[in-house]
């Protein structure tokens, strides 16, 4: 099974200041066939359901502000917030999709400096 | 509008069983490979399962540590996805969520708890 590394655990970052979240996988998640990384990124508000963000590495979901934006590529990724806002106080997850049992990161909690 | 709404939490004593169910609208529920993602409490997200659309030959695929105890199961006439749940153990105990499934889970209903304690 894959093993998805998140770091920082949390992060205080202040307004208008860039957020940089890392993710490490266990294996690549690189594949072959397509050229593709099969990782997504999702934002969890307190009490709500998380939110999918980007797929394949970098590409932002309809609607997601361009301020969030994905990097890497095979074991090492990058969420990056270019400009913090308030209402980006949040958990971020990363998660890989190359192969079940799809594994989560443990988190990282982002708030306001 | 997209929307997946899950049912059938509650508290359940250990050994017990649960059914929820999941509830789409909004899009071709038959098209749709679907996950269920669960969230125990102040922790983060693990992955369930998820079933294929019935044309992908339907079938269901489990983390390890509900392998055996729950099943995952759709009925596309009624647009609805289920997650049976038997032998159900302290450590089940978190909301579960329903999602689309394309590897990612792009769509997420609100989630239902389950609580399993004596």
């Known amino acids: 099974d894959f093993v998805m590394t998140q770091s920082p655990d949390s992060l205080a970052v202040s307004l208008g200041e860039r957020a940089t979240i890392n993710c490490k996988s266990s294996q690549s998640v690189l594949s072959s066939s397509n050229n593709k990384n099969f990782l997504a990124w999702y934002q969890q508000k307190p009490g709500q359901p998380p939110k999918l963000l980007i797929s394949?590495?970098?590409t932002r979901e309809s609607g997601v502000p361009d301020r969030f934006s994905g990097s890497g590529s095979g074991t090492d990724f990058t969420l990056t917030i270019s400009s913090l806002q308030a209402e980006d106080v949040a958990v971020y997850y990363c998660?890989?999709?190359?192969?079940?049992?799809?594994?989560f990161g443990q988190g990282t909690k982002l708030e306001i400096k | 509008e997209v929307q997946l709404v899950e049912s059938g939490g509650g508290l359940v004593k250990p050994g017990g069983s649960l059914r929820l169910s999941c509830a789409a609208s909004g899009f071709t529920f038959s098209q749709a490979a679907m996950s269920w993602v669960r969230q125990a409490p102040g922790k983060g997200l693990e992955w369930v399962g998820r079933i294929k659309k019935k044309s992908d030959d339907g079938t269901a695929v489990y983390a390890a540590p509900v392998q055996g105890r729950f099943t995952i199961s759709r009925d596309d006439s009624e647009n609805t996805l289920y997650l049976q749940m038997n032998s159900l153990k302290t450590e089940d105990t978190a909301v579960y969520y329903c999602?689309?499934?394309?590897?990612?889970?792009?769509?997420w209903g609100k989630g239902t708890t389950v609580t399993v304690s004596s």
């Open positions: 394949w590495a970098s």
């Open positions: 998660q890989e999709y190359y192969a079940t049992p799809f594994t």
């Open positions: 999602t689309t499934y394309r590897g990612y889970m792009d769509v």
